[in-house]
């Protein structure tokens, strides 16, 4: 087990610095390209290539990270207003039937992400083969369908309902141990 918990510490950590390092970029590549062009009149050439490598790492890889905070987009209006046995149960299925539909894009994914790479395709400026950027989506699937199974596991594991492997669900929260930004409902 001590191997397993330094694993998912080792894969958490990857996965931040990924996420991070996306948004970084982005960024930069943004305000470089706004400053380059109030300047020195053309655009960076590269900027847009790069950015866009960053955008889809950070969406792909995003997916396993906020699954195991319990951080993706629900429609919880049903979720929230029904029993705690129904939620329960609803906290195993839904999971369960994530991870089918993400390991079922990645298998779709990566047959796509072949036909790039026998294309040979490359980028119009840095000439970086494209199959690179988009080895990201099979894995984010990937990743992604092993959280939502973790979900699983945990939830039948435990008593308590999660939403995450990292996050209890918000109607299990008292109200006096909630964080300020547990109660913020988008």
């Given at each position: 087990?001590?191997f397993l918990d330094k694993l998912d510490k080792s894969i958490l950590?990857?996965?931040?610095?990924?996420?991070?390092?996306?948004?970084?970029?982005?960024?930069?590549?943004v305000c470089a390209n706004v400053i380059s062009r109030q300047l020195?009149?053309?655009?960076?050439?590269?900027?847009?290539?790069?950015?866009?490598?960053?955008?889809?790492?950070?969406?792909?890889?995003?997916?396993?990270?906020?699954?195991?905070?319990?951080?993706?987009?629900?429609?919880?209006?049903?979720?929230?207003?029904?029993?705690?046995?129904?939620?329960?149960?609803?906290?195993?299925?839904?999971?369960?039937?994530?991870?089918?539909?993400?390991?079922?894009?990645?298998?779709?994914?990566?047959?796509?992400?072949?036909?790039?790479?026998?294309?040979?395709?490359?980028?119009?400026?840095?000439?970086?083969p494209l199959y690179i950027m988009y080895l990201f989506i099979p894995?984010?699937?990937?990743?992604?369908?092993?959280?939502?199974?973790?979900?699983?596991?945990?939830?039948?594991?435990?008593?308590?309902?999660?939403?995450?492997?990292?996050?209890?669900?918000?109607?299990?929260?008292?109200?006096?141990?909630?964080?300020?930004?547990?109660?913020?409902?988008?």
């Open positions: 087990m001590k950590k990857i996965e931040e610095f990924i996420l991070s390092a996306s948004i970084i970029v982005i960024a930069l590549m020195f009149g053309p655009s960076i050439l590269f900027h847009a290539e790069v950015a866009k490598f960053a955008v889809v790492g950070s969406t792909f890889m995003g997916i396993s990270y906020a699954a195991r905070k319990g951080r993706h987009i629900s429609m919880s209006a049903i979720y929230d207003i029904v029993p705690w046995r129904l939620r329960k149960a609803m906290a195993i299925i839904i999971p369960l039937f994530t991870s089918i539909i993400l390991f079922a894009l990645a298998y779709i994914s990566i047959d796509y992400v072949n036909g790039v790479y026998e294309r040979g395709t490359t980028t119009t400026n840095l000439e970086i894995l984010g699937f990937i990743m992604g369908g092993i959280q939502y199974l973790r979900n699983l596991i945990i939830n039948i594991v435990k008593k308590e309902v999660y939403i995450g492997t990292d996050a209890l669900d918000y109607n299990d929260i008292k109200p006096e141990d909630r964080d300020m930004e547990d109660e913020i409902h988008v």
